[in-house]
């Protein structure tokens, strides 16, 4: 399997000093328990049946994940990190609640699945008309980092898991898409307990498969990816590496990764995308923060050609450990992660608003 192997005392410091500038501005809680290498008891981790947050109103989390729901023609949240004392003093607490907005309010589903983590990866799959999850991180995860390496799926009822022959190894902060033309979910990279992986994995409904392309994007951080429905090709963008912010552009079509030529934005670094197939353009929020560099977001688009920068005063402000996804049933993009409440927003094809 391909990886590029680092130092993960070394990389959890500079996440934690990257996400420390979000905190500054946003929510001091914005970070994934596996990049701090606090573990987090099982005890501060709340199941959602036992402390439940507010009705209507999901507690304000990082590393959650999101995909749409036909089945009830909506946007499921699962999991992710919120910012809460704890008696190990990490004041991060895992958690393992599954949510469904509607596009007018939220509600939380009283159903058992997957252990509480954050920074897990997910897509819905449209062949077999289930939500895809695999690992992240949380307190009953594996080794010093705490990651799981099990696959579950969402079928509009219940929460199953899968086991599978083969499977990815243990990992968070991956990268996933449902590639439509081929039928398959795409999982790229990852962050292991030593490493940066830069492997290419696929799930058919039944089993994972390691791909072996000639070329990838390479070993990075906090990148996104997304499957454009127009062009029928993963597209990937930024993320960062020791220090740096990329501005790449990647996209997989099956059997290679290819880097696009087209000018590169003026957005660099950490990246959340989804496709919006109301415009069919792929919509990228990005988070810009490195040492004596002002704290920066960009908003910009991917036509299959070219980015555009979408930009605006209305947009969010800078902030991290995201999630978003399309909802066809309003033609929008929703968001939801940390900032300044928990707040959901909204990108409407031209612009972002907070849903109230």
Not at 97 to 109: A, P
Not at 293 to 311: F, K, L, M, Q
């Amino acid at each position: 399997m391909k990886r590029r192997h680092v130092l993960a005392a070394g990389f959890a410091l500079g996440a934690l000093a990257a996400l420390a500038v979000v905190a500054a501005a946003t929510w001091s809680g914005a970070f994934h328990p596996a990049a701090s290498g606090v573990a987090v008891s099982s005890s501060t981790s709340p199941s959602p049946e036992s402390t439940p947050p507010p009705i209507g109103k999901p507690v304000e989390r990082a590393g959650a994940v999101m995909a749409y729901d036909p089945e009830n023609h909506g946007v499921i949240m699962f999991g992710g990190a919120t910012s809460a004392p704890t008696a190990d003093g990490s004041n991060s607490v895992s958690l393992g609640d599954t949510w469904l907005s509607n596009g007018k309010s939220w509600t939380q589903l009283n159903v058992t699945g997957p252990s509480p983590r954050s920074a897990a990866v997910a897509a819905y799959d449209s062949v077999r008309h289930v939500i895809v999850l695999f690992g992240g991180s949380g307190p009953g995860g594996a080794g010093p980092a705490l990651l799981f390496d099990d696959t579950w799926t969402w079928d509009g009822a219940s929460w199953k898991q899968q086991f599978p022959v083969h499977k990815p190894n243990p990992r968070f902060d991956a990268a996933m898409a449902f590639d439509g033309r081929r039928g398959v979910a795409v999982m790229y990279g990852g962050l292991g307990q030593t490493e940066t992986y830069d492997a290419t994995w696929t799930w058919d409904g039944t089993d994972w498969t390691l791909k072996d392309p000639p070329v990838t994007p390479g070993g990075r951080h906090f990148y996104s990816i997304a499957y454009d429905e127009a062009t029928g090709v993963t597209v990937l963008f930024g993320g960062s590496l020791q220090g740096q912010r990329f501005n790449d552009t990647w996209t997989w079509d099956g059997t290679t990764w290819t880097k696009m030529q087209a000018p590169p934005p003026v957005a660099s670094g950490w990246s959340y995308l989804a496709y919006d197939a109301a415009t069919k353009e792929v919509v990228a929020y990005i988070y810009f923060g490195l040492d004596n560099h002002p704290v920066a977001e960009y908003t910009i688009t991917w036509d299959g050609n070219h980015w555009t920068d979408r930009t605006s005063a209305n947009d969010p402000t800078p902030r991290t450990g995201l999630a978003m996804a399309f909802d066809p049933e309003t033609n929008q993009v929703l968001m939801f992660g940390p900032g300044s409440a928990a707040e959901t927003w909204i990108w409407d094809g031209a612009t972002w608003s907070v849903h109230s």
